[in-house]
Structures are given as C-alpha cells and as structure tokens.
C-alpha cells in the first residue's frame, strides 16, 4: 500500500510539473505572466507581469544640443548618460502589454523593475543628472524596430525625475499615475513603449559618463519588467 501511495504521488508531482513548467527557463519563458489575489473586500484584483521582448536599445544624441538621434544601438544592454562629447543617451523599451491585458481591464497600479548592469566614468549618474525621465507611448514612437528618431519623437506623457535606491540590483518605479497611457489592445502594435532619459542631459565636463541596464534583449530573467495590477468588470 505504501508502494502504492509512492506511485500516486510521484505521478501528481509528475503531472503538475508538466502543467505549470519551469519558470525559470530563460528560453521558453513567456513575455507576461497573470496572477490572482483578492483585495480587503473581495474584489479580484489580477496581476500582469510583462517583460520587454525587444527590439530594444540605446540611441545616442547627434551632437551636443542637437537634440536628434545620430547613432543607435539595439542590444543587450541600454545606455543613460552622455559620452565624452556631451551627447546624451536615451534608450527605448518595448512591453507587449496589448497581449497581457483585457481590452476593458481597469488598471489600479503599475510599475516599473530595471536591472542594473554597470557604470561607465564612474559616480552616481543617477546624482550626477538629477534623477530618471520617462517619456510614455501608448504604441510605438515609430515603428516597433529601433529608430534614430525614436531619441525626439514625441510621447504622450512624461514623467520625473525620479531617484529611487538600488535594491539588491534593480531600480523600482512606480508608474501608477501613467496607467491611462498602457496600451490594452492588439492595435498600435500591441505595445507599451517607454524612453528613459536622465533629467540632466550632460554633465559638461567632457568625459563619458552613464548607467547601464540589462534591455528586453537579454535573457528572460533579466529584462525590464512592468508589474500591471488590475481588475475586470
């Protein structure tokens, strides 16, 4: 009988491994995740976790004052900061939140998680440039594929500056107050993009100076992530 019960369970564990899979696959994870929760009053409150897939990337300013992109790069990693001309870098991220989210979802909270990877020249550039910009896009500031002109296409809300710590590695915002600007639905690409800038655009003392995050092109785990809480009627 022991023998027995043995089996059963291990064909349980067996069954729900297959069910739920292994989310900490950084190839075959999915780009949202849904949760439930209920609040103090019983209302169900869902959760979107929704990562950057890319193509994401860092643009930089064509020369100081130009204020329009001159060079881009869509990588693994993007860039905040200026370089030793004093041009400034901005960087696009894109979040397929028309796929994670109803299209009558009333969204209540919503933030923002960016993994830190590095400092070039130095210092506190979150200090040094007087906090993290972000300009919102409810759809693409182009098209989904990196432009140069993403660096000065309009957005349809910005916000800032922000100065958060670093906690264990990621910088959280939250971004409660843009929720009207979350793409819901399949059209306008189906995407939420967000540039991040720093408010300060240079530091002027000729030296390359910036902050670096993982982008949504590198491996799953690391990618910027925006947490949507949210309920349906």
């Known amino acids: 009988m022991k023998q027995l ?3 059963i369970m291990a064909g349980v564990l067996l069954l729900a491994f297959f ?3 292994s989310s900490e ?3 075959n994870a999915r ?5 439930d929760s209920f609040s103090g009053t019983g209302v169900v409150i869902k959760t979107a976790t929704v990562r950057s897939n890319g193509p994401d990337g860092w643009i930089l300013e064509l020369s100081e004052n130009a204020s329009k992109g001159g060079i881009l790069n869509s990588t693994d990693y993007i860039n905040l900061g200026d370089d030793i001309l004093r041009n400034q870098y901005r960087s696009i991220l894109s979040f ?3 796929a994670a989210l109803p299209d009558n979802a009333v969204l209540t909270k919503v933030t923002l998680k960016l993994r830190y990877l590095g400092i070039v020249g130095g210092g506190n550039p979150v200090a040094i440039f007087q906090g993290f910009m972000m300009d919102i896009k409810k759809g693409t500031f182009g098209t989904v594929s990196l432009q140069l002109t993403d660096w000065q296409a309009a957005a349809d809300k910005t916000i800032g500056p922000f100065s958060p710590p670093r906690v264990g590695g990621w910088y959280t915002f ?4 843009i929720r009207a600007y979350i793409n819901k639905l399949a059209t306008l690409s189906g995407v939420t993009q967000i540039r991040l800038r720093f408010f300060r655009e240079d530091d ?3 030296a390359a100076n910036f902050l670096k995050f ?3 092109n590198h491996l799953v785990p690391s990618r910027p992530t925006l947490i949507i809480e949210y309920q349906v009627p």
Request: aromatic share 8%; charged share 15%.
């Open 174 to 177: 939250d971004l409660t107050s």
């Open 204 to 206: 002027d003392n000729f």
């Open 96 to 98: 397929p939140t028309g």
């Open 5 to 7: 019960l043995h089996g």
């Open 19 to 21: 069910l739920v899979g």
């Open 25 to 27: 696959d950084p190839v």
């Open 31 to 35: 780009s949202s995740l849904e949760t």
């Open 214 to 216: 993982y982008s949504g």
